[in-house]
């Protein structure tokens, strides 16, 4: 009896390994073929240059783009007259911008920061600078399509304009610590299907920014007052606005 109970007791730890054997191979070659798109179809997803996967097909590429954002751009900026500041003498101008941007869901919050440069009338020695600076928190908002985003942004915050004469130690300037407001939309690129690593996005974008309240300083040989928009009447409020066409190039990590 033990002889014959021992005897079944080793048959069958002898079978068992060979079925256990053959039921992986079995499993193994299932699970391989499931993982492998059906004859006809494209795979669900791909491989980046990174190494990271990622939807393909119809799937909206942009949608995917999320987290942490650096960008740094440059562009065209032209004034826009506001009562009496006309924008006289102005022409357009250039500015360079950089930021950083956190990105979840449809929606970003990024620091931006630009400081600009326009071109004065009747300045041939280069003896006039009217410049502009501004930093601000912008909320945007975007909307995907296939390897474009399409976005919307509003933000508010520190802005400066000031105009001065080296030749004369001259200068008159506007500053406002939250009173500086933008309006912007454009479009982002993403730039891996023309040849460059995955993360990077080229951004085409159109400002409008809007100079209100403020503190107006006018300054003779290095010396004069500056006064609060409490203190200003009439035209001395005005403060001309600018349009911008810009363009930035953007890294997500």
Not at 6 to 11: D, E, K, Q, V
Not at 35 to 43: A, D, I, L, V
Not at 202 to 221: I, P, V
Not at 240 to 246: N, T, V
Request: with cysteine; proline share 4%; charged share 20%.
């Amino acid at each position: 009896m033990w002889v014959l109970i021992a005897g079944l007791g080793i048959s069958t730890s002898l079978a068992n390994p060979a079925q256990e054997a053959a039921h992986d191979g079995a499993t193994q070659t299932d699970s391989d073929a499931s993982s492998q798109p059906e004859k006809g179809t494209k795979p669900a997803v791909e491989a980046t240059s990174s190494g990271q996967k990622r939807p393909v097909g119809d799937v909206d590429v942009a949608a995917h783009r999320k987290g942490f954002q650096l960008y740094g751009g440059l562009g065209l900026k032209t004034c826009i007259p506001d009562g009496a500041a006309d924008c006289s003498n102005t022409y357009p101008g250039t500015f360079i911008s950089t930021g950083m941007e956190y990105r979840f869901w449809y929606l970003g919050i990024a620091l931006d920061f630009d400081l600009g440069r326009y071109l004065v009338a009747e300045d041939d020695d280069f003896d006039v600078s009217s410049l502009s600076m501004h930093l601000m928190p912008v909320l945007k908002a975007y909307y995907p399509l296939k390897s474009l985003d399409v976005f919307v942004g509003f933000g508010m915050g520190y802005g400066q304009q000031w105009v001065t004469e080296d030749s004369s130690r001259s200068e008159a300037s506007w500053t406002t610590f939250w009173r500086a407001m933008k309006v912007t939309a454009g479009v982002g690129l993403d730039l891996e299907p023309y040849g460059l690593p995955a993360g990077f996005t080229l951004d085409l974008n159109a400002d409008l920014l809007m100079h209100s309240g403020g503190t107006r300083c006018a300054k003779y040989g290095g010396a004069g007052p500056c006064l609060d928009e409490k203190d200003l009447k009439g035209g001395q409020n005005d403060v001309a606005d600018q349009i911008r066409l810009g363009s930035a190039l953007r890294y997500s990590f």
